[in-house]
Nanobody
């Protein structure tokens, strides 16, 4: 199983980025997908989650109204559209996949750095 994130980078406050996570080696439509982030000196935190069918989403309070998670099961991909970025959004962002029936089938990507700074 491989999860590969892309789309991170340096952006000014108020700007936007779109993260992508491509999955291989698993039956993507059976997995709940989520994005997490970890800032220096802080614990990893859940940012957004989307169910396997793509019909239900949930967000951390800190990103509600600014971030949108989506998925394309035909492309084995999950996305995170991030708008109105703030310096406190700076972190390494990780993609996670958890099988709906076997929760021990739990996989992580290598992460992509997002830096929000002027």
């Amino acid at each position: 199983v491989q999860l590969v994130e892309s789309g991170g980078g340096l952006v000014q406050p108020g700007g936007s980025l779109r993260l992508s996570c491509g999955a291989s080696g698993l039956t993507f439509r059976l997995y709940t997908m989520s994005w997490h982030r970890q800032a220096p000196g802080k614990e990893r935190e859940l940012v957004a989650v989307i169910n396997s069918a793509g019909g239900a989403t949930n967000y951390a309070d800190s990103v509600k109204g600014r971030f949108t998670i989506s998925r394309d099961n035909a492309k084995n991909a999950v996305y995170l559209q991030m708008n109105s970025l703030k310096p406190e959004d700076t972190a390494v962002y990780y993609c996670n996949a958890v099988n709906d029936y076997y929760s021990h089938h739990n996989y992580w990507g290598q992460g992509t750095q997002v830096t929000v700074s002027s």
